[in-house]
């Protein structure tokens, strides 16, 4: 089991910034293939960005291409989203996953483990 706890989500201004944090908890963290989704009601959930085990693949989706940043710290058993000139679209409960994979995952099938969600709300 692996538990995954977000923080950092909140109300910015449009064209502000949010860093996102994943605390893993339970099994290696290191064993696994870490990503971002988000969803807002009545969508689905959807592929934000991934890192692979060792953290040196990233991939993100392409509407968050230039402005996110994906990154770990296995020592630290974190996750990170820095998310950057923030749009009212990004607005969504964004969650932490955890995959047992090496490479990037960039759809939800193969995560195992979820976090319950921090809220970004963007206003304009």
């Known amino acids: 089991q692996v538990q995954l706890v977000e923080s950092g989500g909140g109300l910015v201004q449009a064209g502000g910034s949010l860093r996102l944090s994943c605390a893993a908890s339970?099994?290696?963290?290191?064993?696994?293939?870490m990503g971002w989704f988000r969803q807002v009601p009545g969508k689905e959930r959807e592929f934000v960005a991934g890192?692979?085990?060792?953290?040196?693949?990233?991939r993100y989706a392409d509407f968050v291409k230039g402005r996110f940043a994906i990154s770990r710290e296995n020592a630290k058993n974190t996750v990170y989203l820095q998310m950057n000139s923030l749009k009212p679209e990004d607005t969504a409960a964004y969650f932490c996953?955890?995959?047992?994979?090496?490479?990037?995952?960039?759809?939800?099938?193969?995560?195992?483990?979820w976090g319950q969600g921090t809220q970004v709300t963007v206003s304009s």
């Open positions: 996953a955890a995959a047992r994979a090496t490479a990037v995952q960039t759809t939800t099938g193969p995560y195992a483990y």
């Open positions: 339970g099994r290696t963290f290191n064993n696994y293939a």
């Open positions: 890192i692979s085990l060792s953290g040196d693949s990233t």
